[in-house]
């Protein structure tokens, strides 16, 4: 079986991978992860006992660790999931966004070349170095304008967004100058179990669920294209073993809502999963002040995947809400161990001086 080196594998979408790829035999999996505010510890408890998973705490800045680690482990590829990555954390704080994302990648590239070039020739020529980022990198659309392909320019408007753009330009910079053999992945947003409640579905479904004030950026128009977590997990783990080297594929779930309608449908289902006497919760919506450079529209083309890999989303949007929403309800304790001291500052921050009202501002 083949070895992974994952990093930021405690985080949503990492957890998510690595899950599945342990259940359905991937391959074994060394898990590097800073456990930073966005994670729980105990997200991938399960696998505790599972000889094919090994944990280990550090940075991808760390390159002492890094290259104990690779020699130690020798894997067969490295998934770089490591990334600050929330859009309102990156306007209060971009430091820690051109740190991790831009100057960890940049580490994490080196000791993935300095591994590659002493690999034995057939070991080296399977290797993949795969990056996993997002479409916020190329910017905003009107409601007209074609979704994103792979050759659409670069235009990130958030911290968040600029520092995952410079670390796409890095990874590119390593196939192209040294032929370090890398994968890119530009996916759309994700939804499912293990989210941090800082990002808008699973904050919402929680607020909900304890009747607080559901907080809507603006006038709850901006457009997402949301993906179920799985199908992007399938989407990473074909790229990984099919594409061609160097290649770019974007990922999205043809699955485009506003966030008013987001919240909605979460509200419907909450009242018919855990009624409260007296309480429709599509009340609980307040609309907040915007933020700042907010992208108003992201969508994804997603043909190129689909035509040489074969992929497509399997997951259709009310059964993946539902899963997610239950996944929730069903793990009251991590929720418990997410929403610390920690957790209460952030939403302090971010929303105490949000002027509220209850129509769009
Ligand atoms: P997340 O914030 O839930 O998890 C990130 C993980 O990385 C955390 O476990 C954190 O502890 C770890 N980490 C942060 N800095 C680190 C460092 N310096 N060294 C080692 N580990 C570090 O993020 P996510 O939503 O799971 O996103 C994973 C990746 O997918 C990110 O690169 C993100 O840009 C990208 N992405 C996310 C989405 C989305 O909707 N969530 C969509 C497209 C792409
Ligand atoms: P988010 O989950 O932060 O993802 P991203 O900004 O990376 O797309 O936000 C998704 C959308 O929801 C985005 O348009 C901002 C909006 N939003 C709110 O309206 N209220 C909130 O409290 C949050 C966190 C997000």
């Not at 990093?7 to 590097?32: D, H, M, P, Y």
């Not at 820690?96 to 002493?118: H, M």
């Not at 991590?334 to 939403?347: C, D, F, K, N, R």
Request: hydrophobic residues 35%; contains cysteine; aromatic residues 12%.
């Amino acid at each position: 079986m083949q070895t992974f080196l994952v990093t930021g594998g405690v985080g949503f979408i990492g957890s998510n991978f690595i899950l599945k790829a342990r259940k359905e035999q991937w391959a074994n999996i060394i898990n590097l992860d800073k456990l930073t505010y966005a994670c729980n510890p105990q997200t991938l408890a399960e696998l505790q006992n599972d000889p094919g998973y090994y944990f280990v705490r550090g940075d991808i800045s760390d390159t002492e660790m890094l290259g104990y680690l690779l020699e130690r482990y020798q894997p067969d590829a490295i998934l770089n999931f490591a990334a600050e990555s929330h859009v309102d954390r990156s306007i209060l704080s971009p430091l820690d966004f051109i740190q991790t994302n831009v100057l960890g990648t940049f580490q994490l590239l080196e000791a993935s070349k300095a591994y590659w070039e002493k690999l034995s020739p057939e070991k080296r020529e399977k290797f993949r170095f795969l990056h996993v980022s997002t479409d916020e990198v190329y910017g905003s659309l009107s409601p007209t304008d074609p979704a994103f392909r792979e050759d659409t320019p670069y235009a990130p408007n958030s911290p968040y967004a600029a520092s995952k753009a410079g670390s796409d330009h890095l990874v590119r910079a390593y196939y192209h100058t040294y032929g370090l053999p890398t994968l890119t992945t530009n996916c759309s947003n994700n939804y499912g179990p293990r989210q941090f409640p800082e990002k808008l579905i699973p904050l919402i479904t929680l607020n909900a669920l304890n009747a607080k004030p559901l907080p809507i950026y603006g006038d709850g128009q901006n457009v997402r294209d949301w993906l179920y977590v799985d199908d992007h997990c399938d989407a990473i783990q074909l790229v990984l073993q099919q594409s061609r080297l160097g290649e770019t594929y974007n990922v999205g779930g043809n699955n485009e809502q506003n966030n008013l309608t987001v919240v909605e449908e979460i509200c419907e289902v909450l009242d018919k999963l855990a009624p409260k006497p007296g309480l429709r919760r599509s009340d609980l919506i307040t609309f907040v002040k915007d933020r700042p450079g907010h992208d108003r529209r992201y969508a994804i083309d997603c043909s190129k995947i689909k035509r040489d890999l074969g992929w497509e989303p399997k997951e259709n949007f009310d059964s993946g809400l539902l899963k997610t929403i239950q996944w929730y309800l069903n793990n009251p304790n991590w929720v418990e161990e997410v929403q610390s001291g920690a957790y209460q500052t952030w939403i302090e921050q971010n929303y105490s001086d949000r002027q509220v009202a209850s129509s769009p501002i």
